[in-house]
């Protein structure tokens, strides 16, 4: 048996977290199935899996083998669809990065089209606020919020947010609206960081094009854009967020806009994905449907 059809018999037993589920599925004996990964992870020289008489469980190995082995098998499969032009060709799994807002407003509630269109692919969806490593990882691609760090990534840019101060009426009608930034010294602030136990900078604000901070007082500090946008509904302080994801609530009134005046910089919306030579076809259709999407949204770069 060759090493790829030991792949597709390890990530088959890997889902199924069975040797006699996969054996089934795959119309073999269960000997050869076991043979074909004892044989893999001895071409390998790791454990792939640990067994016992109740369970089987990937090692710590065996789940970064998994995640490339899939990845790999996909564009196999695409590989030998490449010569076929309808959508249904493309298959494989797409894995994607995105802010909790963009995917919540934006791209779920059209999601069911891009499956209709590409019903052979699967989407892993990632909503989390923290910076993912896109090739540890095994992200296809990223929508990113931002500055691009890692000058080893590809950045295809998007758009631009406009960042909008929002308070709740209950808030000012505790604190009274700010007018000029002096006043926001009987202010408090919502203050989001990446990790909690960092220092935030204040209420950000821009003078000409140079990005200033007024330092405010906050009682409440989160790591989540959800949590930020609760608390600002909940009246705990004042925000400055993507005007895309604060305009429902503003046109219901819900929030308020404060301190129009002040606009913090624009935010950088752009789609990351790994630098190499080729990109796979279905993650190429994905990103850019994605650009189609979003890019509405969004202000011109």
């Not at 669809?81 to 909790?100: C, E, I, K, T």
């Not at 209420?203 to 009682?219: A, D, I, Q």
């Amino acid at each position: 048996m060759n090493r790829i059809e030991a792949m597709h018999i390890f990530v088959r037993v890997a889902e199924l977290a069975s040797f006699t589920k996969a054996a089934d599925h795959l119309g073999l004996p269960k000997a050869s199935v076991s043979t074909a990964v004892q044989q893999l992870e001895a071409q390998l020289g790791t454990q792939l899996l640990h067994r016992t008489t109740r369970k089987v469980q990937m090692t710590q190995d065996g789940q970064r083998f998994y995640e490339r082995a899939k990845s790999l098998l996909a564009d196999m499969d695409e590989l030998g669809a490449m010569f076929q032009h309808a959508p249904q060709s493309l298959r494989g799994r797409l894995r994607v990065d995105m802010n909790s807002s963009i995917a919540r407003h934006q791209v779920i509630p059209r999601l069911p089209e891009f499956m209709r269109e590409h019903p052979q692919i699967e989407v892993e969806l990632s909503c989390s606020d923290r910076r993912v490593d896109v090739v540890g990882e095994g992200f296809d691609c990223v929508v990113r919020v931002g500055t691009l760090e890692d000058s080893s990534l590809v950045a295809r840019p998007l758009g631009t947010l406009r960042i909008v101060n929002c308070a709740s009426p209950a808030y000012i009608e505790r604190h009274g609206a700010p007018l000029e930034l002096c006043d926001l010294a009987n202010h408090h602030m919502i203050h989001y960081v990446s990790t909690l136990g960092q220092r935030p900078p204040g209420f950000e604000y821009l003078e000409g094009s140079t990005c200033r901070y007024e330092p405010m007082r906050g009682v409440f500090t989160v790591n989540s854009i959800d949590a930020y946008e609760a608390g600002c509904l909940a009246g705990l302080g004042i925000i400055q967020s993507p005007c895309t994801g604060m305009r429902k609530w503003l046109q219901q009134g819900a929030l308020v806009e404060v301190l129009p005046q002040y606009h913090a910089e624009p935010m950088t919306v752009s789609l990351i994905y790994a630098q190499r030579r080729n990109i796979s076809v279905r993650v190429q259709t994905f990103m850019d449907w994605l650009a189609h999407v979003i890019v509405p949204y969004l202000d011109e770069v």
